[in-house]
């Protein structure tokens, strides 16, 4: 209801959530810079290539895709009103003292305009460029401020509910929530607890965040998904 630039007037778009989008189940279909939805083949994916499919109905079917992740960041952009990584360092990393070094980098031609004014859109994912370049001290903030519910020392950062709805896994797909990697069923990383979790990017980048052990593990450019070393690390802690 809020994004009045086009992407969501049809039928189909029309239909779609905060939620779904949160979810990666938006199915949102179009195009946007540059890029359709249906991006598939060798290309694109390599070996995660994948077949051509029809549409299902928004919020029916999870599916991992940069376009519609980069459709949803493009929606906040229009929402907040100035660019996304302004509002992550005022919102976030600053009050989490996070250091200056991060940057969140658009596409070359991602540019809109906002409220009369020409802003770049930040993208979902390294795919295609762009994405969130960032260290290990503030990847590990970052987590940490998951493993304590969204609060910081005496601050509220983001809302518990917040934390907790983004930390359930949806009716579709894989275990996942709002953008996070889940382990309720315990196929993601079979020797840690259910209800521990991860952020997981580009080069295997790695934000395992384990509130049973009150434990944060940030591990980058490693291969596998981690659940040896993962168990290593917990068995070195139990007492």
Same mark, same amino acid.
């Given at each position: 209801?809020?994004?009045?630039d086009g992407?969501?007037?049809?039928p189909?778009n029309s239909r779609?959530?905060w939620h779904?989008h949160?979810?990666?189940?938006?199915?949102?279909?179009?195009?946007i810079f540059?890029?359709?939805?249906?991006v598939?083949?060798?290309?694109?994916?390599?070996r995660e290539?994948?077949?051509?499919?029809?549409?299902k109905e928004p919020g029916?079917?999870y599916?991992?895709?940069?376009?519609?992740i980069?459709?949803?960041?493009?929606?906040?952009?229009?929402v $907040?009103g100035?660019? %996304?990584?302004?509002v992550? *360092?005022k919102e976030?990393?600053? /009050?989490?003292?996070a250091?200056d070094?991060?940057?969140?980098?658009?596409?070359?031609?991602?540019e809109?305009?906002?409220?009369g004014k020409k802003?770049?859109?930040?993208?979902?994912?390294t795919r295609?460029g762009g994405g969130?370049?960032?260290?290990?001290?503030?990847?590990?903030?970052f987590?940490?401020?998951?493993?304590r519910?969204g609060r910081?020392?005496?601050k509220?950062?983001v809302?518990?509910?917040?934390?907790?709805?983004?930390?359930?896994?949806?009716?579709y797909?894989?275990?996942?929530g $709002?953008?996070?990697? %889940?382990n309720?069923?315990? *196929?993601?990383?079979a020797?840690? /607890?259910?209800?521990?979790?991860?952020?997981?990017g580009?080069g295997?980048n790695?934000?395992f965040v384990?509130p049973e052990h009150?434990l944060v593990i940030?591990w980058r450019?490693?291969?596998?998904?981690?659940?040896?070393?993962?168990k290593?690390?917990i068995?070195s802690?139990?007492?």
């Open positions: 209801r809020y994004i009045k992407g969501y007037d049809s189909h779609i959530t779904m949160a979810q990666q189940t938006s199915e949102w279909e179009g195009e540059g890029k359709p939805h249906t598939i083949g060798d290309a694109e994916f390599g290539k994948r077949p051509p499919r029809e549409l029916t079917f599916e991992y895709n940069d376009v519609r980069n459709r949803f960041s493009l929606s906040l952009l229009r $907040y100035r660019p %996304l990584p302004e992550l *360092k976030v990393m600053d /009050p989490i003292g250091s070094s991060w940057q969140y980098i658009p596409y070359d031609n991602s809109v305009e906002v409220n802003m770049k859109s930040v993208s979902g994912g295609w969130l370049w960032i260290n290990t001290r503030d990847e590990a903030r987590g940490y401020l998951f493993l519910k910081w020392e005496k509220q950062i809302s518990e509910q917040w934390v907790r709805s983004a930390t359930s896994p949806g009716p797909g894989p275990d996942y $709002y953008l996070w990697w %889940l309720t069923q315990g *196929k993601a990383f020797d840690a /607890p259910r209800s521990s979790f991860a952020a997981r580009a295997s790695t934000i384990d009150d940030v450019w490693h291969n596998g998904g981690g659940n040896d070393f993962f290593r690390v068995a802690i139990i007492k």
